[in-house]
């Protein structure tokens, strides 16, 4: 379940600046994400991932930024 506002279900994105650092750092702390990263794009040396999870309330969020190519 999302957040809603006004009826409407709402996911918030976070951009870290050290995507990777981010992403290790939620899943020691418990995070369970609900998928493997997502790449949406790719660019030389880099690629847009997105990677969802549920915050202890059960609200959508999700990790979204560019970093290293895998």
Not at 28 to 34: D, N
């Amino acid at each position: 379940h999302g957040a809603k506002i006004g009826g409407e279900d709402v996911t918030l994105y976070f951009e870290p600046r050290d995507w990777s650092a981010a992403e290790t750092e939620l899943g020691e702390r418990g995070i369970a994400y609900t998928h493997v990263a997502q790449v949406l794009q790719r660019a030389p040396g880099r690629e847009l991932a997105l990677r969802a999870f549920k915050d202890p309330e059960g609200h959508s969020l999700a990790l979204l930024g560019w970093r290293a190519a895998a």
